[in-house]
């Protein structure tokens, strides 16, 4: 009895993934249509928890803003922290601001300075960074934590691989990220070899606004805007 059970909650799990096939692709489809839309834009990743007050959060800011004044949109995550300070940026600057948000039991929830056909919501992390990657012609990384982290290494990982188009990644903050960098540098690279020295070149660490657009209008002299697969 038990046996046959256990057999009949697993067809039924199966059955179950099979359906959720068709919400995937719903997502897919929706991200497509709607981002394919709004041109040439960088996205802009760090921690949800970061206040208004923060030096952080008003860096992102005055960094959105330069980036839509220089003619690129700008894509965050959708919810607040630093996700907010890119949308009010880029809104306070005239520029195109999306968010793509994602459901979750805490932290996330939509900010109020995302475009109000731009707003994109998803229920899968793995969806949500297909459309970052895609869409993005350079992702500005400000102090963030786990997510943020995992944005940021499966870009260089892409990139690494040839699965996409070079594109600028550009972490702010040198007080934050040059721990991390020294890691990879003395222990990756170093010490067990697991990177090349050329990997090094994906990255960036700046702390200002006017090297973000720098780094950005210099990568793009040569170099087409375009989806990035």
Sequence with gaps: MRKEQHHKGWNE????????????????????EKLSKIGPCVSIFGSARTKPDNKYYKLAESIAKRIVESGYGVITGGGPGIMEAGNKGAHLGGGTSVGLNIELPFEQHDNPYIDHDKS????YFFVRKVMFVKYSQGFVVMP??????????????????????????I?????FWEGILD?????????????????????????????????????YKESDLSPNF
């Design 120 to 123: 994109l919501d998803f229920d």
């Design 183 to 219: 890691w990879v540098k003395t222990t990756l690279l170093s010490k067990f070899g697991n990177i090349s020295a050329k990997d090094l070149d994906l990255i960036n660490l700046v702390d200002t606004e006017e090297e973000v657009i720098t780094i950005l209008d210099t990568f």
């Design 171 to 175: 972490l702010v903050g040198t007080d």
């Design 144 to 169: 963030g934590g786990f997510g943020t982290l995992d944005e940021l290494f499966e870009a260089i990982t892409l990139i690494q691989t040839h699965k996409i188009e070079k594109f600028p990644i």
């Design 13 to 32: 799990i199966k059955t179950n993934d099979s359906w959720a096939i068709f919400k995937i692709m719903g997502e897919f489809v929706s991200g497509y």
